[in-house]
């Protein structure tokens, strides 16, 4: 075999397992930083192998990648699932802050209830 068919570029397999809708979206990731393999930070070129994780920050958050198959393509999503594991735990649901619009006034009588049966007073 040879180091193409055992080996992709992190931008190119990035795209093709559908992390990033556009080639150039996986390369200007890479470029901020936002893409580590290994630990390491990680250039547009640098090649991923079987077994080696990839640390995407997305929207915030870390997305864990591990390769299982090199691809530069795009291929269906059933080829996709068997090229990468997704290790990502999952995410802690945010809290939901209800917040009054700045100079509303004090709450009527039905917006306190309201405000109390979010709060878990009833």
């Known amino acids: 075999m040879t180091d193409a068919a055992t080996s992709a570029r992190v931008d190119a397999w990035l795209w093709a397992i559908r992390v990033y809708k556009t080639r150039s979206a996986?390369?200007?990731a890479c470029r901020?930083?936002?893409?580590?393999?290994?630990g390491e930070k990680a250039k547009a070129a640098q090649p991923v192998r079987p077994g080696d994780e990839l640390r995407v920050r997305i929207a915030g958050f870390d997305r864990i990648l591990v390769v299982r198959q090199p691809i530069s393509k795009r291929v269906?999503?059933?080829?996709?699932a068997a090229s990468a594991e997704d290790r990502t735990p999952p995410r802690d649901p945010t809290p939901v802050v209800a917040q009054r619009d700045r100079g509303a006034g004090r709450?009527?009588?039905?917006e306190r209830r309201e405000i109390d049966r979010f709060r878990g007073r009833d």
Do not use: E
């Not at 901020?32 to 290994?38: K, P």
């Open 26 to 28: 996986a390369t200007t």
């Open 32 to 38: 901020a930083g936002h893409v580590r393999v290994n």
């Open 76 to 80: 269906g999503a059933a080829l996709v």
């Open 107 to 110: 709450p009527t009588k039905r």
